[in-house]
């Protein structure tokens, strides 16, 4: 007896710890779904009476007769009741790190705010309620939708707050602005050397900070600042926006060049979004540092290029749940303020001349050399990588496809589906070169519906605008293409994109390039099948097909018979992942 007892015992210790390391959340089990309009997004079969679903994938999606015969006894029925079930939505290219840093900073957006005393005194409030010292970051600074904001200078924000560094983050993310605490804190001078010509601290005729500081190289000091007092509330907020997320109805989020970069995000993010829990991770979960283990949205990531040194090695670039993708590369700005790429200047307005300064004529540039670029392109398609470019500006695609072109020379590119962001000013004579390589579109659609009035006001001109986001030339031949947010640039809230798709309207109800407006069922494609597509991801999510993943939303109303007008307002009632509930309302 005594001769078994030791090993027993360490049987039994070691079956215990073997527990403990690989405990997990319990995963649904069996579920039918039927009693409302289930839209597949498959052209083949667009609508099924009923889905049968187990162990998180779709074993049936037929007539009701057909899936009850397939489903076993222990399936539970679930009534849709008139609701409407489609695959779950994708967040095609946002920031999860950027929306997490900024979660729950002071927000000074035009959304919320529309007079400029509205933001200052938020500001103020800040102020108030802020130890003396402590950082204040606030968000949103924009100039457009809050109309009258006028830049502050280093003097005016010194006034509002005298003894608290302060930096204000523009909306569009491109620029930004500090008080003197803030520039001090930062080891930023009047005698610091800019960074480049297009990343830098703007100077007034003396040579003094104004106190605007353009592009990210320039903020570099303030984002690494920002960064080390965020990182203490880094995992609550990366599951709060991960929520919220949840919420718009997304199932599947892409991080599309990921700037906070190391080896515990990396885990981080894997921990929260991969299939099967890692025992190291467990190991992690006893100090708290990673919270409990739940469903969660699948998380696809492209790092930023210069963090490249992280991707692993292609294979193991992780499961169907949490995976590497590729890089990024940023080759173009933003259009308000003043460094997107085009061939024809800026329109001389008055806010690119006065509001931010721009020389007339200026026209933007590139922030690579069109040889880096294309260096790039070759490294990592030959490694097995995607390749995703920044490009907003007419000028900028054009030099993006023609690094394209010169490495599909050499071996097609086509296979990789390497993709386009943004593509403002995607040019009509540009389509078919891009289509020929299959380099895929994801369109930042909502420029429209937030700033198309101010582009065509302000930015463009009438003529430029009514060319912009050109999509149908995409949706009508059924290429793949995909729309985003941008989070945290604009709410990830794929229901609000793929109506603009459809409107083409802005807030104020100016048409822009109506002609390229998509029919509902292209858009929501858009925001499904063809985003999954995107991510090689097509024979297993982005429709409802027999085994594929159950990756499901329960809306309160179908898209398909609701006014165009009121499709941005359905509203998500469920958000399964892998047929585990990961949102309810
Ligand atoms: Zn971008
Ligand atoms: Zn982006």
Known sequence: MKKFAIPTLLLAATALVLHFLFVDYNHAN??????????????????????????GKILAAGTKAEVMQAKSRRATLTDLQGKTLLPGFFDAHGHLDLATALYGMTDISGFTHRTPEGVWNAVAQKVKATPKGEWIFCLGYDPI?????????????????????????????????????????????AQTPDPSSSS???????????????????????????????????????????????????????????????????????????????????????????PERKPNLR???????????????????????????????????????????????????????EAIHLPPGHRGEALLQPEQLEA???????????????????????????AFGRVHQEAPLNARRHRLEHLLMLPYDQIATMQEMGISPS??????????????????????????????????KQIP??????????????????????NRQSE???????????????????????????????????????GKYADLVVLDKNPLETPAGAIARIQVLETIVAGNTVWKK
Not at 382 to 399: K, N
Request: proline content about 5%; charged content about 20%.
């Open 145 to 189: 939708l809050t109309k009258g904001l006028e830049p502050p200078s280093t003097a005016f924000l010194d006034s509002l707050a005298p003894d608290h560094p302060v930096a204000l983050i523009a909306q569009t993310m491109h620029s930004y602005y500090a008080n003197s605490k803030a520039f001090q804190a930062a080891g930023i001078t």
């Open 30 to 55: 069996e579920t039918v779904y039927f009693g409302g309009p289930i839209l597949t997004m498959s052209d083949a079969q667009p609508r099924v009476e009923a889905l049968y679903v187990k162990n």
């Open 443 to 476: 369109f930042h659609i909502n420029h429209i519906l937030y700033y198309g009035d101010f582009l065509q006001s302000d930015i463009l001109g009438p003529e430029r605008t009514q060319q912009l986001l050109p999509v149908n030339q995409f949706a009508a």
């Open 508 to 546: 104020s109800g100016l048409a822009i390039n109506p002609a390229e407006a998509v029919s509902v069922w292209e858009a929501l494609k858009s925001i499904t099948i063809y985003a999954a597509w995107q991510l090689k991801m097509e024979s297993k999510l982005g429709t409802l097909e027999k």
């Open 200 to 290: 830098y601290y703007e100077r007034d005729s003396s040579g003094q900070l104004t106190g605007l500081i353009v592009e990210q190289a320039a903020f570099e000091p303030f984002r690494a600042i920002m960064q080390e007092k965020l990182m203490d509330s880094f995992v609550e907020n990366t599951q709060k926006v991960l929520a919220k997320n949840a919420q718009k109805g997304i199932t599947s989020t892409v991080t599309m060049g990921l700037m906070t970069v190391n080896k515990n995000i990396l885990m981080l993010y894997q921990d929260l979004s991969g299939e099967k829990v890692k025992p190291l991770h467990n190991l992690i979960r006893i100090t708290g540092a990673f």
């Open 376 to 402: 790039a392109i070759r490294k990592y398609q030959s490694d097995g990588w995607q390749v995703a470019i920044h490009c907003q500006g007419d000028r900028a695609i054009a030099e993006a496809l023609g």
């Open 299 to 353: 998380h696809f990531v492209f790092l930023m290029e210069r963090f490249s040194g992280y991707l692993p090695k292609p294979k193991n670039r992780g499961d169907d749940f949490f995976r590497f993708m590729g890089v990024k590369l940023w080759y173009d700005g933003s259009p308000y303020i003043g460094s997107m790429y085009m061939s024809r200047p800026y329109l001389a307005s008055r806010y690119n001349l």
């Open 481 to 502: 293409f995909s729309l985003h947010a941008d989070q945290p640039m604009y709410e990830a809230d794929p229901l609000s994109l793929a109506s603009t798709a459809v």
